[in-house]
């Protein structure tokens, strides 16, 4: 995330506590950034500058203006015109690290061999929240190569519980040891 969408993330995640709007502005983030992804042309149409610039602030009225939260429609509009319409993603995690941290709301990305039943995903749940004394919000990832077991990443610390991770693990003790 660079500096610039840091601070206009900081600044609408500001604006969006005061009027106490943060979860309908961090959801209807989440899902424009995901248009943006799956239509990656529409932001560079956005972002064009042989369009004149009233156009492309049509464009944004039209396609958000009665569906999405004003503030957020007008960000979206300051973007385009400041031509910052690339930091949008960025914006939306700064947005959400400060939602979060207000929140107290931990995000753990955990990877396992398979995919993780409902009831694994509720325990695995429950025990970190009970390791960080947070609301813990999980994004599951499966990655065939561990193997087996499950690697957590929470709050910058790495929980590394697979087959692939003892495997390394064991591989750089064997070659510090000296024979």
């Known amino acids: 995330m660079t500096e610039t969408a840091r601070v206009y993330g900081g600044s609408l995640y500001e604006l969006a506590a005061e009027e106490h709007l943060e979860e309908e502005i961090l959801s209807e983030m989440k899902e424009i950034r995901a248009l943006f992804r799956e239509n990656s042309e529409y932001p560079r149409l956005l972002s064009e500058p042989s369009i004149p610039r009233k156009e492309r602030i049509g464009l944004i009225d039209a396609a958000f203006g009665s569906q999405a939260e004003p503030y ?56 970190l929240e009970t390791m960080s004394g947070k609301t813990v919000v999980m994004e599951l990832k499966t990655d065939p190569s561990v193997l087996a077991g499950v690697r957590v990443e929470l709050d910058g610390k790495l929980f590394d519980g697979t087959v692939k991770g003892r495997l390394a693990e064991l591989s750089r003790r064997i070659s510090d040891t000296v024979v």
């Open 72 to 127: 957020l429609v007008n960000f979206i509009k300051l973007l385009c015109e400041k031509n910052l319409l690339r930091e949008f993603g960025g914006c939306q995690e700064a947005f959400q690290r400060r939602y979060y941290a207000a929140h107290n709301i931990a995000e753990a990305v955990v990877t396992s061999a398979a995919s993780l039943s409902k009831e694994q995903e509720e325990l695995l749940k429950k025990k």
